[in-house]
T-cell receptor, first 115, second 115 residues
Framework: KAGVTQTPRYLIKTRGQQVTLSCSPISGHRSVSWYQQTPGQGLQFLFEYFSETQRNKGNFPGRFSGRQFSNSRSEMNVSTLELGDSALYLC??????????????FGNGTRLTVT | AQKITQTQPGMFVQEKEAVTLDCTYDTSDPSYGLFWYKQPSSGEMIFLIYQGSYDQQNATEGRYSLNFQKARKSANLVISASQLGDSAMYFCAMREGSQGGKLIFGQGTELSVKP
């Protein structure tokens, strides 16, 4: 079974631009969540989607948004990029959204560099 | 307040020896789950082991075991017979029953296995 696939692997953008990251979950997984990883702040939760609905949102500005499609694929968008948005963005999927024991399965991430 | 604390930024262990990575957590939710993930330099987060707050026995998965001390709010990861391939960042994470699929991560411990 294929794992979580994130595209692209690397992105370089300029301040003020916008970016869209894509995530395809493991087949059969309906819950997708996104995390931002930086050396200073560590791993921080962005949002979680289940059956095309946002179920939970982290403490990020409105420039960060996401959506989930009917096939469970997800995208996240960051508008008006800032230097501080440079990070590794990790997507994760799980079989049963919200079940405490259901582990998240992560993709390889998209490394975004903002210049 | 930090909900997940990993007090060891870096650790060294000799190949074939056992090592314990510390994790303490803080929650008022009676229902929660604790996870450990491994992140090699490639960036992918690999799920290792899970412990539920109501589980009576400590979780084990191959060479990984979780030393769960509920009263002390600690969930230490024990890796037996360390291998060179165990060199990586290790993250402790918690999911609270009231928070859906959201995981809260600690800052991580970088483990280096010496030959």
């Amino acid at each position: 079974k294929a794992g979580v696939t994130q595209t692209p692997r690397y992105l370089i953008k300029t301040r003020g631009q916008q970016v869209t990251l894509s995530c395809s979950p493991i087949s059969g997984h309906r819950s997708v969540s996104w995390y931002q990883q930086t050396p200073g702040q560590g791993l921080q939760f962005l949002f979680e989607y289940f059956s095309e609905t946002q179920r939970n949102k982290g403490n990020f500005p409105g420039r960060f948004s996401g959506r989930q499609f009917s096939n469970s694929r997800s995208e996240m968008n960051v508008s008006t990029l800032e230097l501080g948005d440079s990070a590794l963005y990790l997507c994760a999927s799980s079989l049963v959204g919200g079940a405490i024991s259901s582990p998240l399965h992560f993709g390889n991430g998209t490394r975004l560099t903002v210049t | 307040a930090q909900k997940i604390t990993q007090t060891q930024p870096g650790m060294f262990v000799q190949e074939k020896e056992a090592v314990t990575l510390d994790c303490t957590y803080d929650t008022s939710d009676p229902s929660y789950g604790l996870f450990w993930y491994k992140q090699p330099s490639s960036g992918e987060m690999i799920f290792l082991i899970y412990q539920g707050s109501y589980d009576q026995q400590n979780a084990t998965e191959g060479r990984y075991s979780l030393n769960f001390q509920k009263a002390r709010k600690s969930a230490n990861l024990v890796i037996s017979a360390s291998q060179l391939g165990d060199s990586a960042m290790y993250f402790c994470a918690m999911r609270e029953g009231s928070q859906g699929g959201k995981l809260i991560f600690g800052q991580g411990t970088e483990l280096s296995v010496k030959p």
